[in-house]
């Protein structure tokens, strides 16, 4: 049977937002309304029946959370979302409180947003009119989410909020591998001092399996009169489960990622209000179980590598930093390597099979020449560094992980790696040459990219990145100069700073990284994990959209990392009035100063990239 027509109304006054929501929802074929005021929203309300209405807090004509006041009694099934700004928590928690079903905030992400209207489509089938659940503070379980750092603490935080909205004594979620046909998860909790158990288990067997294979909640009152269950796990724990709480976990895609089991043994079944609180609850654990969990394909095994913690660096700056205006400020604050002493006389002479035909960049840690391979008749990049490199251990090491970890990534957004080597004692690494050179390159030819092309470029990057971090690295040194263009994307370049996971890190006893993109825990000499990153993204973001970086005329190295460690980043509109408001939010979001209030994954950042794009492809 065809899936019933769904009616979905709109209650906003920006005229992009409505007509994004408006494409991306009737993509699915829902059919779409929208409204600018709220008097017209109440007319339209009077005169026709929806399914859902997305309600704006920014109308022109009143409140609404007095519209929500008046319909929610009226409407008991409508599902309702609010629109609010992103980091406005009093209104949200109040029109949650008076009957909203969840929020959305801006930039809107359709993504998010068809997520969203999915899952509150999904409860108004299940909501009984006379018996709404209980209300439940989603703003504050979106902080506990956010906040958990590493994979483990954000599977413990699935748990905790699962088992406290539930009145559950024990909850496990898992994670499904489509390849191995497996659920795999590390932690089973109830009290804090319960056992915490690495489990893998076929997808295919026990209540959870059912629930994989049914896509569907599965409510047992009794889990020993059900011939699916599997007692090994109580066998193991000497917990008795009685009855059990089955919620499959779909990303914002729609895509089943795995499930959440909560178990109870005196506290009785669960009744169908708690379905509703499941299902509500179910896409925020499924966007944190992706964040949470990381499969390390070359090691065969299971990583979780959602916020790698590597060992803090240590600043060690002299007093007298010499004044460089900002065309002059140094890239890195690692001491400077020997770089060739004339590298033009390379041209024409050949490193190992590859020809030397020009010079592509020179920077402190060697040079980077254009190169035809000889075999296989294509144009290379090759990074050779100064001489004598490859016998300094530290030099060595760090180019090593270098290469092992671009040749690990193999994205379409970072730069593949063909070969590396030693040439008269200097280490060189060839790479896929990119057409059009780097967005500095681009920067410092055109002083600032239009607001399409820049937010493409970042968001390719995005794409690397998350490549990068779902391996556990942390690249350490995103910048213009880090991100190579060709003809139709960008590519996230010189993974150099990069320690791989489990790694102590860089021996040079300095921090790594460029002043004008470094976060502030980077400017500290503090552990940084894969948000430190997200930072540097969010202030390349800023300089390739206003031709200018976040804390340009600073006075030295010195001055511009105090700056990032002290200074909100300035509104990119006070330098280029037309930018967007949404661009200045995700500038505002990626660089905020505690590493818990920006984007917790490139996945989240590159949401609100694919969101601004849209919208101003509607507006151009």
């Not at 937002?17 to 829902?30: E, F």
């Not at 008991?76 to 909203?100: D, K």
């Not at 009785?268 to 969990?293: H, N, V, W």
Request: proline fraction near 5%.
């Amino acid at each position: 049977m065809a899936a019933p027509n769904r009616h979905i109304l709109i209650a906003d006054q920006d005229a992009t937002s409505c007509d994004l929501l408006t494409m991306h929802l009737g993509l699915r074929g829902w059919d779409v309304t929208s409204c600018a005021s709220l008097q017209e929203t109440r007319d339209t309300l009077d005169a026709n029946a929806y399914d859902v209405l997305l309600l704006s807090e920014d109308l022109p004509d009143g409140k609404s959370l007095d519209l929500l006041r008046d319909i929610r009694p009226e409407r008991p099934g409508m599902g309702i979302i609010m629109v609010s700004q992103r980091g406005s928590t009093e209104p949200i928690i109040r029109a949650l409180e008076h009957g909203a079903d969840d929020y959305l905030t801006r930039p809107l992400s359709p993504a998010v947003a068809v997520a969203r209207v999915q899952s509150v489509l999904a409860l108004s089938t299940d909501r009984v009119s006379t018996q709404r659940p209980q209300f439940l503070d989603l703003p504050s379980i979106d902080a506990h989410l956010r906040n958990a750092s590493g994979g483990r603490a954000k599977l413990e935080a699935i748990c905790d909020i699962l088992r406290d909205g539930l009145h559950a004594e024990r909850v496990s979620v898992f994670r499904l591998d489509r390849h191995g046909n497996e659920l795999l998860s590390v932690v089973a909790h109830g009290d804090e001092d319960g056992p915490q158990l690495v489990i893998r288990i076929p997808a295919d067997t026990g209540l959870s399996g059912a629930c994989i294979q049914s896509e569907a909640v599965l409510n047992i009152p009794d889990a020993y009169q059900d011939d699916r269950f599997n007692s090994t796990i109580d066998e193991e724990t000497g917990f008795r489960t009685g009855s059990v709480l089955c919620v499959p976990l779909h990303d914002q895609h729609g895509e089943l990622v795995g499930v959440a089991q909560a178990l109870n043994h005196t506290n009785g079944t669960f009744a169908a209000s708690d379905e509703i609180i499941a299902r509500q609850l179910a896409p925020r654990c499924a966007a944190a179980l992706t964040e949470a969990f990381y499969a390390d394909i070359a090691a065969g095994g299971l990583q979780l590598a959602a916020t790698i913690t590597l060992a803090p660096a240590i600043l060690d700056l002299l007093d007298s930093t010499i004044a460089v205006s900002d065309a002059d400020m140094p890239t890195h604050v690692l001491d400077d390597v020997r770089t060739m002493r004339d590298p033009d006389n390379l041209i024409g002479t050949s490193i190992g099979r590859y020809a030397v035909v020009s010079i592509l960049g020179r920077g402190s840690q060697g040079v980077v020449l254009e190169g035809k391979d000889a075999f296989l008749e294509r144009a290379v990049a090759i990074k050779l560094l100064g001489p004598d490199s490859a016998n300094i251990n530290v030099m060595r090491d760090q180019f090593m992980a270098e290469m092992r970890s671009m040749a690990l990534l193999m994205h379409p957004n970072t730069v593949a790696v063909y070969d590396a080597g030693e040439h008269d004692g200097a280490l060189f690494l060839v790479m896929e040459k990119c057409s059009d050179g780097t967005a500095l390159s681009r920067l410092k030819a055109e002083g600032r990219l239009p607001l399409q092309v820049a937010t493409n470029v970042v968001r390719d990057a995005c794409k690397g990145l998350d490549a990068a971090h779902r391996r556990g690295m942390v690249h350490r040194d995103i910048k213009p100069d880090n991100i190579l263009l060709s003809e139709h994307d960008a590519k996230l370049s010189d993974f150099g700073l990069v320690l791989a996971h489990n790694q102590e890190g860089d021996g040079s006893g300095r921090i790594a990284g460029t002043p004008h993109y470094m976060s502030p825990e980077q400017c500290r000499g503090d552990a940084v994990d894969h948000r430190s990153d997200i930072y540097a993204l969010g202030a390349t973001l800023f300089h390739l959209a206003t031709g200018e970086p976040p804390f340009a005329n600073s006075r030295d190295v010195k001055h511009v990392m105090r700056r990032h460690r002290e200074e909100q980043v300035r509104d990119p509109r006070e330098i280029d009035p037309s930018l967007p408001p949404d661009m200045c939010v995700i500038v505002a979001t990626a660089m905020a100063k505690d590493p818990v209030d920006r984007y917790q994954s490139a996945v989240e950042m590159l949401d609100d990239l694919d969101s601004l794009l849209a919208a101003a492809r509607l507006s151009a």
